[in-house]
């Protein structure tokens, strides 16, 4: 069965920390999302990775398709990051299947 | 960056009736887009995938008389709640699918059901 996991499922830092989610899945995959949905919040795509590296302001997407993993960096983080972080991976068997398999996502609380 | 816009962004209605949600990719043609459903401190739940000019194709267990798709153009899907209830209310999202750049989600819908 294709899986998605993320790590870790809830994460509290204190404002400025350095913070790392982990997104691994199971199969070869032809693209890989990492999304952010803040409470009560729509869903704001961050990055599309198929491989190597992406950087936006604070965030940093990894990729490495070897090892079937993905990271998103936070630098500096701020209260306003505190929202929930899902990654979202696109199977390469798929075909012309664009559908998406979805992590369970991550809960990021950032205290002042 | 593609936008996708969703109309309305909440909407309240009462037992039995329904409401349509719009879906429209702003700045790129989507022949492909997909509604998903998510409930309280859950992931997304992909209902159905719409495409341009044919019928949605459903998920399983998703009843496709009380959400009906309609993909009428390049740039627009609506979804419509039929008879609804409040087991219905939930949070709606769309995304859009263009070609070689994967999926744009939209802002979602939230839908409460009195």
């Known amino acids: 069965k294709n899986e998605v996991e993320q790590s870790p499922q809830n994460l509290t830092a204190q404002e400025g920390e350095f913070i790392t989610i982990n997104c691994s899945y199971s199969v070869g995959i032809s693209a890989l999302h990492w999304l952010q949905q803040h409470p009560g919040g729509g869903i704001v795509s961050l990055f599309m990775l198929s491989s190597g590296k992406k950087k936006h302001g604070r965030l940093i997407a990894t990729i490495n398709i070897q090892e079937k993993h993905s990271s998103l960096h936070i630098t500096a983080s701020h209260p306003r990051d505190s929202a929930v972080y899902i990654c979202a991976v696109r199977w390469r068997s798929g075909g012309s299947n664009y559908k998406l398999t979805f992590g369970k996502g991550t809960l990021l609380t950032v205290n002042p | 960056g593609a936008v996708v816009s969703q109309h309305p962004s909440w909407v309240i209605c009462k037992s039995g009736t329904s409401v349509k949600i719009e879906c429209r990719s702003l700045d790129f043609q989507a022949t492909t887009m997909f509604w998903y459903r998510q409930f309280p401190k859950q992931s997304l739940m992909l209902m159905a995938t719409?495409?341009?000019?044919?019928?949605?194709?459903?998920e399983q267990g998703v009843e496709k008389d009380k959400f009906l798709i309609n993909h009428a153009s390049l740039t627009l899907s609506t979804l419509t709640v039929t008879s609804a209830h409040p087991e219905d209310s939930s949070f709606y999202i769309c995304?859009?699918?263009?070609?070689?750049?994967?999926?744009?989600f939209g802002p979602g819908t939230r839908l409460t059901v009195t």
């Open positions: 719409s495409n341009e000019g044919s019928k949605a194709t459903y």
């Open positions: 995304s859009a699918y263009r070609v070689t750049y994967e999926q744009y």
